[in-house]
Nanobody, 124 residues
Framework: QVQIAESGGGLVQPGESLRLSCAYS????????IGWFRQAPGKEREGISC????????WYADSVKDRFTISRDKAKDTVYLQMNSLKPEDSAIYYC?????????????????WGQGTQVTVSS
């Protein structure tokens, strides 16, 4: 059974940084993709980044490119999302998700298993 748990959210001021963690277990396939999504109140869930286990290829949404960095620690089965230069519009619940395919995917319905989410609030 695949399990995912996010951590690292919190309240920060604009311009500050946070690092989210996504610990996963039970993925039975050699190749898979881990994605980060976020959902603000009244908005759809938005894909912001993902990484493939096969070759560590990554993808970023334009809204976070050059500010966020996704990385994977193979030994710990953990994916990180380093978020720098945070803005108030980055405030949302951030979710981690897994899909049993090596190809990168940016849409929520392409992912099979989800974590419970972690709140990120950027406010002065």
């Amino acid at each position: 059974q695949v399990q995912i748990a996010e951590s690292g959210g919190g309240l920060v001021q604009p311009g500050e940084s946070l690092r989210l963690s996504c610990a996963y277990s039970g993925i039975p396939l050699q190749y898979y993709t881990i994605g980060w999504f976020r959902q603000a109140p009244g908005k759809e869930r938005e894909g912001i980044s993902c990484v493939s286990s096969r070759d560590d290829r990554t993808w970023y949404a334009d809204s976070v490119k050059d500010r966020f960095t996704i990385s994977r620690d193979k030994a710990k089965d953990t994916v990180y999302l380093q978020m720098n230069s945070l803005k108030p519009e980055d405030s949302a619940i951030y979710y981690c998700a897994a899909r049993g395919h090596r190809d990168l995917a940016t849409k929520a319905d392409e992912y099979d298993t989800w974590g419970q989410g972690t709140q990120v609030t950027v406010s002065s």
